[in-house]
């Protein structure tokens, strides 16, 4: 019955390949992806994994080839929850494809995996981390170092993956994973990500994964009340013009030449004040941004889906009419997007829309998604597997659900609500709700060892 499922949901993807070609871009950060990969490096505002992806797929030479894997790790993620929660929930074939159906079938995450992105490879190594971490009851040696190998490529792919990391540490040590576990999850993530600090402070100057302190000021430009916060030194600059309910969307305060981080001139010092007036603010305002994140968070439960920041047809993140040819327009490092798109694959990479599979996607995009109170209806029944046992400490329930909770809440709070975010939540919710209902999560682990 699954791989009945999962040959449809190939079929579906077969259609948006098909239909777009050879695939979707996200206006500039696609570029900024795709040049790391052609010149390896650690990226200044992010982790550069998915640059490291591109990279070991360059020799094909072909955008198609990078989107073909990228569906076939939406389609391997699908795998994941449904074996899972075989081999964990004890639950029936039928009910662990049912678990697995909105992975496969959802078009916002097909769109995503169409995308020059690193959200599908992120929610691919997300999803196996967790898997391999749950496999058995107590994971042997071996089994939690690759799970902590997955989640630290989770984590230098996108930096919410850092969360996640601890959340699945905590979550071993609160299950009784044993000492030995631990410490060898511990220990692969630790070797991953001090290797990369050491590339990035060869780089750079400065230990770290990435520097992104103007993402978290932009958030704090939702509240930020400078008459409560009272900045003295030179961060004084950055506070906003407009009363709270007045001001835009936090993205807008990076990229708009009318914000008030067009007003310091280097890098290097948006980092700096930036970094300064944010922890003023989230200090002076603690309840104000806990607020604004879970609010923005919250919006991921509506029936419609919430076009943010501005109103409109969102063509980023879904399959469009029509697709603009590339212009000249600088992407990264002094190229343009043709000229990056040719060195990788050896000619351009512009968008063609092909009908009629493009019309045949447009058409189920329109309603063949995970609608916000299904998605709460998911996060509850995991909170449920969670409460009723208490006794086991949550039973296997726990890390996926801990882990959607992650997902879903932190993006928000310390950058801005985007939709985008949200879909790699779907596979933790779909794990933790079908671990709500197995039958050996209910029986007890022991029934596990014994069969």
């Known amino acids: 019955m699954f791989l009945v499922a999962v040959a449809a949901g190939a079929v579906l993807r077969l259609v948006a390949v098909l239909g777009y070609r050879p695939v979707l871009w996200f206006w500039a950060d696609s570029f900024v992806y795709v040049n790391a990969a052609l010149d390896p490096q650690p990226l200044e505002s992010r982790p550069s994994g998915y640059s490291l992806f ?8 072909s955008f198609a080839a990078v989107v073909v894997v990228q569906h076939l790790l939406g389609l391997a993620t699908a795998a994941c929850v449904y074996a899972l929660l075989r081999r964990r929930g004890g639950l029936p074939g039928w009910g662990a494809t049912l678990a697995a159906l909105p992975v496969l079938f959802d078009a916002h995450m097909v769109q995503l995996e169409h995308l ?10 997300v999803t196996a981390g967790v898997t391999v971490l749950l496999w058995r009851p107590r994971p042997a040696v071996w089994t939690a170092a690759a799970g902590g190998l997955l989640l ?19 979550a071993l040590v609160v299950a009784r994973a044993g000492v030995r576990a631990v410490v060898a999850a511990a220990l692969a993530s630790a070797v991953g990500l001090g290797g990369y600090a050491a ?7 400065s230990y770290g994964l990435g520097q992104s302190n103007v993402w978290l000021w932009a958030r704090t430009m939702s509240f930020a009340d400078c008459a409560k916060i009272r900045p ?10 407009d009363p709270p309910g007045d001001r835009p969307a936090p993205p807008v305060y990076i990229w708009d030449s009318g914000s008030p981080l067009a007003k310091v001139g280097k890098d290097a010092d948006r980092e ?12 002076a305002q603690p309840v104000d ?8 968070a919250l919006w991921s439960f509506e029936w419609t889906r919430r076009v943010y920041p501005t109103p409109g047809p969102q063509s980023a993140y879904v399959f469009p009419s029509s697709v603009k040819p590339f212009t000249d327009k600088i992407a990264s490092s002094g190229r343009t997007a043709p000229e990056l798109t040719t060195a990788y694959q050896g000619e351009r990479g512009d968008t063609t829309v092909a009908e009629p599979y493009a019309g045949w996607i447009r058409a189920y995009q329109e309603q063949g998604y995970v609608r916000g109170p299904l998605l709460a209806a998911l996060m509850l029944a995991g909170l449920v597997a969670v409460v009723m046992r208490w006794r086991r400490l949550g039973g296997p329930a726990l ?33 933790a709700a079908g671990l709500a209902f197995g039958r050996r999560s209910r029986a007890g682990e022991g029934h596990v060892t014994s069969s």
């Open 54 to 61: 591109l990279w070991a797929l360059q020799p094909f030479k």
């Open 116 to 125: 020059v992105m690193a959200d599908p490879l992120f929610t691919f190594l």
């Open 152 to 170: 630290t490529a989770a984590t230098l792919t996108r930096t919410v993956g850092l969360a996640v990391l601890v959340v699945a540490l905590v």
């Open 199 to 205: 590339w990035f402070h060869a780089e750079h100057g």
């Open 232 to 241: 003295t030194g030179e961060e004084q600059v950055l506070c906003p013009a």
């Open 272 to 283: 700096r004040l930036s970094g300064a007036f944010a922890k003023e603010a989230i200090l």
């Open 289 to 296: 941004f806990l607020l604004t994140g879970v609010r923005d």
């Open 399 to 431: 890390l996926p659900w801990a882990t959607a909770v992650t997902l879903l809440v932190l993006p928000p709070l310390i950058a801005a609500f985007d939709h985008r975010y949200v879909v790699p939540v779907l596979p933790m919710a779909c794990l």
